[in-house]
Nanobody, 123 residues
Framework: QVQLVESGGGLVQAGGSLRLSCAVS????????MGWFRQAAGKEREFVAT????????YYSDSVKGRFTISRDNAKKTVYLQMNSLKPEDTAVYYC????????????????WGQGTQVTVSA
């Protein structure tokens, strides 16, 4: 079984930074593309960032491009989301997800999901 556990969320002021981590258990991490998604209260889940199984084909949503960076450490079976210049509209529960090999911005294409971590950005 594959389990994903996010951490690093919290409360931060606008303009601040946070780094989210997603630790993955199971044998498939090295061959998994990883994605970050978020869901704000009362809104649908939206794509944030994705990276392929060797750290290639990295994509970001327009709303976070230039502020967020996704990275992965295959030795530690962990994927990160560095979030800089945070805005109140970034407030959401952030989820990491895994799928085989190739990156994707479509949540429906991911097989495994974490429980999420809350990020709150105050004005």
């Amino acid at each position: 079984q594959v389990q994903l556990v996010e951490s690093g969320g919290g409360l931060v002021q606008a303009g601040g930074s946070l780094r989210l981590s997603c630790a993955v258990s199971g044998r498939t991490f090295g061959s998994s593309a990883m994605g970050w998604f978020r869901q704000a209260a009362g809104k649908e889940r939206e794509f944030v960032a994705t990276t392929g199984w060797i750290g290639d084909n990295t994509y970001y949503s327009d709303s976070v491009k230039g502020r967020f960076t996704i990275s992965r450490d295959n030795a530690k079976k962990t994927v990160y989301l560095q979030m800089n210049s945070l805005k109140p509209e970034d407030t959401a529960v952030y989820y990491c997800a895994a799928r085989p090999f190739t990156s994707s911005s479509e949540g429906s294409e991911y097989d495994y999901w974490g429980q999420g971590t809350q990020v709150t950005v105050s004005a």
